[in-house]
Nanobody, 120 residues
Framework: QLQAYGGGLVQAGGSLRLSCAASGRTFSSYVMGWFRQAPGKEREFVAAISWSGGGTVYADSVKGRFTISRDDAKNTVYLQMNSLKPEDTAVYSC???????????????WGQGTLVTVSS
């Protein structure tokens, strides 16, 4: 089971750190990803990190502003979001899969999301 938290309301230019806590199983051998879904839009890929933490992939829209990391001792994945923009407003969800990819169908386990609202 995965649960994302840490969302909230922030002004444009601000920062937030999202966390995704895993329970019920160990996700240390899985690729972990973050996705987001804005109102009226399809879910889109944000970032992913390999099981070792040595490989990361980002959507072009967040590259240079967001950083994904993981702490397997805590069974937790993080998404540090800086320089937030109103267009980053969405429900952010974490997911676990077997390979590092932006394709959401490749992720087998999904958690409930957390809402991030960026005001202008």
């Amino acid at each position: 089971q995965l649960q994302a938290y840490g969302g909230g309301l922030v002004q444009a230019g601000g920062s937030l750190r999202l966390s995704c806590a895993a329970s019920g199983r160990t996700f240390s051998s899985y690729v972990m990803g973050w996705f987001r879904q804005a109102p009226g839009k399809e879910r889109e890929f944000v970032a992913a990190i390999s099981w070792s933490g040595g490989g990361t992939v980002y959507a072009d829209s967040v590259k240079g502003r967001f950083t994904i990391s993981r702490d397997d001792a805590k069974n937790t994945v993080y998404l540090q979001m800086n320089s937030l923009k109103p267009e980053d407003t969405a429900v952010y969800s974490c997911a676990a899969g077997n390979r590092i990819t932006a394709q959401r169908l490749e992720y087998n386990y999904w958690g409930q999301g957390t809402l991030v609202t960026v005001s202008s």
